[in-house]
C-alpha cells in the first residue's frame, strides 16, 4: 500500500524562523480504506459508513462495485512539476480563504502538521456534505466540527493542532497498516486532494490544505462526487492535465466515502 503525506512546498523554506517552535509531524497514514474507517469510526463517524477502494473510473463493471451515494471522493497521487506549477499559478490568481461560519458553502481546514496530508482529507470528507449527519453528535469528532463552525482558517488550524483527541486517533490508525509505518517526519511523495458535494449549493468542491482554500469545481445538481459529471468536473481535470505536460507520472489511486457493505 502507499503512504499519504504532504509535499513541503520549496517557497516554505525561505521563511523558516530557527527559534520558532519546532513543527509537529504525524506519522503518515497508509493509503488503505481500513485504516482510513478506523480512524473516521474511532473519532465519531457512524459505522453506516466507511471508505472503499475504486479500481477503475472507466470500467463499467468495476465501478458498479462501489456501494451508492459516494459522499466523498479522494485523490492520491505524487505530486509531479505540472501539478506544482498549476497549484501555484491557480492559488496566485485567487484571495487566500477567510471563510467562517453555519453558512460556508464547505468547512475547509489549512494543513500546518508535517505528513498530515491523509489526515486533513479524511477531516474534509466527514466534516461536509451529507457525510456529515453520519457524526455522533456526542462524539469527539462532533465536539471538533462544532468548535471550528466559528472560528477562521487560521484558528481552526489551531484546533486542529492542540487536538488530543485527534493526535490519538490518527497515532493508533497509523501503525494498522499492511506496511511498516515511516518515521513522522520521512520524505514521502504522495499527496492527495478531497472532493465534497456541498449540501448548501450542489456544487463540487475540491479541498486541499496545502491550497489557499477551497476550490468550487461546479454545479452537480443531483448527482454524487463518483457520477461521471463530478469525475470529468475533478478526478479527470487532473488526469487530462498530466497527460497534456506529456505523460506524466499518472500514478494514482481514488478512494471513495460510501455506504458499508456489511
Request: proline fraction near 6%; charged fraction near 25%; aromatic fraction near 8%.
Amino acid at each position: 500500500m502507499n503512504i499519504m503525506a504532504d509535499t513541503q512546498d520549496p517557497n516554505d523554506l525561505a521563511t523558516v524562523d530557527a527559534s520558532a517552535p519546532k513543527k509537529k509531524f504525524f506519522i503518515p497514514l497508509e493509503n488503505n480504506p481500513d485504516v482510513m474507517s478506523t480512524l473516521v469510526h474511532t473519532l465519531g463517524l457512524s459505522h453506516t459508513l466507511a471508505f472503499h477502494d475504486v479500481f477503475s473510473i472507466d470500467d463499467p463493471d468495476l465501478l458498479a462495485f462501489v456501494p451508492r451515494p459516494a459522499y466523498a471522493l479522494l485523490l492520491v497521487f505524487p505530486v509531479s512539476e505540472t501539478y506544482e506549477k498549476s497549484r501555484v499559478d491557480e492559488d496566485a490568481s485567487i484571495p487566500v480563504y477567510k471563510g467562517s461560519g453555519p453558512e460556508e458553502k464547505v468547512m475547509w481546514f489549512k494543513q500546518t502538521i508535517g505528513n498530515a496530508c491523509g489526515l486533513y482529507g479524511l477531516l474534509h470528507s466527514v466534516s461536509n456534505g451529507e457525510a456529515r449527519g453520519f457524526v455522533d453528535p456526542s462524539s469527539s469528532l462532533a465536539e471538533l466540527l462544532t468548535s471550528a463552525i466559528p472560528l477562521g482558517p487560521a484558528e481552526r488550524s489551531d484546533l486542529l493542532y492542540n487536538s488530543p483527541a485527534l493526535e490519538s486517533a490518527h497515532a493508533a490508525a497509523a501503525v494498522k497498516g499492511d506496511t511498516a509505518a515511516p518515521a513522522a517526519e520521512a520524505d514521502v511523495e504522495l499527496h492527495y486532494v478531497c472532493f465534497v458535494k456541498s449540501t448548501h449549493d450542489q456544487h463540487l468542491w475540491e479541498l486541499d490544505g496545502r491550497r489557499h482554500g477551497p476550490l468550487d469545481r461546479g454545479y452537480l445538481g443531483d448527482e454524487d462526487v463518483l457520477s461521471e459529471s463530478a469525475l470529468a468536473l475533478g478526478v479527470r481535470r487532473f488526469l487530462k492535465r498530466e497527460e497534456a505536460a506529456g505523460g506524466g507520472d499518472l500514478r494514482f489511486s481514488l478512494v471513495v466515502l460510501a455506504p458499508t457493505l456489511e
